[in-house]
């Protein structure tokens, strides 16, 4: 059973579209921790929990996807901006048929972070009722304690996905400020 159907077709022609496509989630609101553990696409062992205590970035892609490509640089420059700060960049490979074509895909756009392989969907399920299985690529911002903060459906730029994760961080520090 496949469970991506196919990439979305958004498209935002400009950076308030792409703040549209964005739902932030109030710390009072927000869900359990994602647990996600898996296989990186060169073969580690991957997990998010190794990660709390650290605001991240889970990016849902696949290397068929006209948006993901668009987004590839936009992540890669998010990623150097704010790697300095703590900040965890993972991405979620899903649906891929071929794994050949997902390295080629992280070779051309440098990505310098890694990705879990998706397995049939069950790595997916991990995100179930946050992120819609049929709509990619999906980025989802986790507090330090691996609970989606915000969500983006659709492809992001830099400067909202750093304004997204600046909030996130200045949250956390308001939170353990005495």
Known sequence: MAVLSACSGATPSNEQAVRDA????????R???????????????????SSRGN??????????????????????????????RGVRFYRLDVNEANKDAATGYERKFGIP?????????????ALRGSVSPNVVPTTVILDPHGRIAVRFTGP??????TDAVEAVLTEASLSESP
């Not at 972070?113 to 399920?125: A, E, H, I, Q, T």
């Not at 992001?156 to 996905?161: H, P, R």
């Open 156 to 161: 992001v730029t830099q400067t909202t996905l």
């Open 22 to 29: 964005a739902v932030s989630v109030p710390a009072s609101r």
């Open 113 to 125: 972070y890694p990705s879990f392989v998706d397995d049939g969907g069950k790595s997916l399920l």
């Open 55 to 84: 605001v991240v970035v889970l990016n849902v892609w696949q290397s068929t996807c006209g948006p993901c490509r668009k987004e590839a640089p936009e992540l890669v420059a998010a990623h150097q901006s704010l790697s300095g």
């Open 31 to 49: 869900g359990e921790p994602i647990s996600l553990n898996g296989p990186s696409l060169d073969g580690r062992s991957l997990s998010l929990e």
